[in-house]
């Protein structure tokens, strides 16, 4: 019980505007980015943190099936949830490949 009261708190901390890294573990990446927009997307229930990527990672420009949530530049705009983000300390580089050398490069 203690753990889930200290992430609702945690999750609580992230505001529009925050730095955050944004960890797409499906893909493979991670990847800087800003907090744009905080609620509900498309009339559903879940919480979703719109995204702006530093880099051209996305899938959107902050709009899903016709709706705007926030502005941002074409392939920038992602939809996360809080589980896929932690706030960006200013020591972390922006985009980080999780790639393991290949036998070429040594």
């Known amino acids: 019980v203690h753990g889930q009261n200290n992430q609702q708190r945690m999750e609580s901390s992230l505001q529009v505007g925050d730095r ?5 573990a499906k893909e493979g990446y ?8 905080i ?3 498309a009339g559903g229930a879940t919480i979703y943190f719109g995204i702006e990527l530093d ?5 959107h ?7 705007a949530y926030f502005t941002c530049a074409d392939k920038y705009g992602m939809f996360a ?4 983000l932690t706030k960006l300390t200013d020591n972390q580089q922006p985009c980080l490949l999780y ?4 036998p070429r490069d040594s």
Do not use: W
């Open 20 to 24: 955050v890294m944004y960890d797409n």
């Open 30 to 37: 991670k990847c800087a980015a800003t907090i744009r927009f």
């Open 39 to 41: 609620g509900p997307v």
């Open 55 to 59: 880099e051209p990672k996305g899938k």
């Open 61 to 67: 420009n902050g709009s899903s099936k016709g709706k």
């Open 81 to 84: 949830k809080d589980k896929e």
């Open 99 to 102: 790639t393991s050398p290949s």
